[in-house]
């Protein structure tokens, strides 16, 4: 199933994108999107069978904002330097482990809105990501099988990053990934059944029409279930937690100089296989 939420920011209604590419009204069924939706499977059960049989409500997309596919979002865990191609533009070292850092829950925006360039930003950058969203309560698990079986679905995840802020002002790179808007999500929510393997996945980004990245899940050197397992040994996810899981080569600060960080006006696309697309216009903070 291929899950949303539509309309204005902070009232959006949760819906369905079925087969034809008709939006359905979810909001007779379930009142959102979110963890406690993802853990129960009687009630998504009972929403494929809606869908299978033609009983959901259509809705009229004209003009409809799409919101970000998930509410209530618990924790956002990242995973650095998670692409072989990427480190080695960055000239970084692949990992012995997984590089792990947080985003802020309020950094989530929908996947055509507006995304900010900090006061006093001179190194904003884009970063295409897989996103998975966790389904069922997983700690200390034991293998990369068992972490695929705790995914709920997959998304599309731009993690927008300030790179002067990141690595040069000190302490861990949080700063440089939480300012406001640096985590545009969706647009769907694809569940776990329709992606069969993770690591089998194109991520493509543009900016001002311009391919950028141009990547594969395959490159990664902590695949899907290994992360998840990983993160497991270290805290406990929950149904409706998102583990960003790294981008591929092509950001900005991979470039020669003058390094093509974002500006206000510039526009980023970016798309996962089978995940939808995301569209954002550059604005000052």
């Not at 997959?154 to 993690?159: E, F, I, L, P, S």
């Not at 993770?198 to 990547?215: A, I, T, Y």
Request: hydrophobic content about 40%.
């Amino acid at each position: 199933m291929k899950l949303l939420r539509v309309g204005t920011a902070g009232r959006e209604r949760p819906a369905l994108l079925d087969p034809d590419g008709t939006l359905r009204d979810l909001s007779g069924l379930v009142a959102d999107i979110d963890g406690t939706l993802l853990a129960d499977e009687d009630v998504l059960g009972r929403i494929r069978s809606a869908a299978a049989a033609g009983d959901l409500p259509a809705l009229d997309a004209t003009g409809l904002r799409t919101g970000p596919p998930l509410a209530r979002i618990g924790k956002i865990v990242c995973i650095g330097l998670n692409y072989h191609d990427h480190a080695r533009e960055t000239g970084a070292e692949p990992p012995d482990e997984p590089v792990i850092f947080f985003k802020a829950p309020d950094t989530v925006v929908g996947p055509d809105d507006t995304v900010l360039i900090p006061r006093g930003s001179v190194k904003t950058d884009w970063e295409v990501e897989l996103a998975v969203v966790i389904g069922r309560t997983a700690r200390y698990l034991e293998s990369a099988e068992e972490g695929l079986a705790h995914v709920a679905g997959y998304a599309v995840a731009h993690d927008v990053s300030e790179r002067e802020f990141q690595t040069e002002r000190g302490g861990t790179w949080d700063k440089g990934k939480n300012c406001e808007t640096f985590n545009p999500l969706g647009p769907w929510l694809v569940t776990a059944d329709e992606v069969p393997d993770p690591q089998n996945l194109s991520l493509r980004l543009w900016v001002n029409g311009e391919l950028k990245q141009d990547g594969t899940t395959a490159e990664q050197i902590f695949p899907v279930g290994e992360v998840v397992r990983y993160v497991s040994r270290f805290m406990t996810l929950y149904p409706g937690d998102v583990v960003n899981t790294g981008t591929p080569a092509g950001v900005a600060m991979g470039h020669p100089e003058p390094k093509p960080y974002l500006r206000a006006g510039d526009v980023v696309e970016l798309e996962v296989t089978g995940l939808g697309r995301q569209r954002q216009v550059l604005a000052q903070a």
